[in-house]
């Protein structure tokens, strides 16, 4: 959470969270992207934005397994650079504020970004993707199959 509240915009509100911790999340490898500030990343991804790189960690590198099968897959990320104090937004590109449960901006009380995207290649540990929107070495939590084309691509058919 930060604790400069200087960059709060017009008529957002910031509160103090709860201390403790209730879950333990295991980050599984780190994300590489060209996007080194905030104002340089997409909004929501782009199909036509560069080829970024998803490295998965031993041991979990063994659970790619099959992913080249999926052309579109989820990533689930721990935006780490993200403040987590606001339950009041007001975005950049409106003039309304919001609950921060109705955006998908990276400020949130448990930020946990998701991004589906187009899988381009597999590269040993590494995936190559295109439509990430996060910073590079944004921490991984997970990845999925595509939710809504949930089956592989079809086997070439035999010719003949």
Not at 58 to 67: E, K, N, S, T, V
Not at 73 to 90: A, F, K, M
Not at 123 to 136: I, M
Request: glycine residues 8%.
């Amino acid at each position: 959470m930060s604790s400069d509240h200087a960059d709060i915009r017009p008529l957002e509100i910031a509160v103090s969270g709860q201390a403790g911790v209730d879950a333990t999340l295991q980050f599984i490898g780190r994300i590489q992207t060209p996007f080194t500030d905030r104002s340089l990343c997409p909004r929501q991804g782009r199909p036509d934005g560069p080829e970024c790189r998803i490295e998965i960690f031993p041991p979990w590198d063994q659970a790619l397994q099959g992913i080249e099968d999926y052309p579109r897959i989820e990533v689930l990320y721990w935006l780490d650079r993200s403040r987590r104090d606001l339950v009041v937004q007001n975005p950049g590109h409106s003039d309304r504020t919001f609950g921060t449960f109705a955006l998908r901006s990276p400020v949130r009380p448990n930020p946990i970004g998701t991004c589906m995207v187009d899988l381009v290649r597999v590269e040993g540990n590494v995936l190559v993707v295109r439509s990430l929107d996060c910073l590079d070495g944004t921490p991984l939590l997970d990845i999925k199959p595509d939710r809504c084309a949930f089956s592989p691509k079809a086997a070439p058919k035999p010719a003949g």
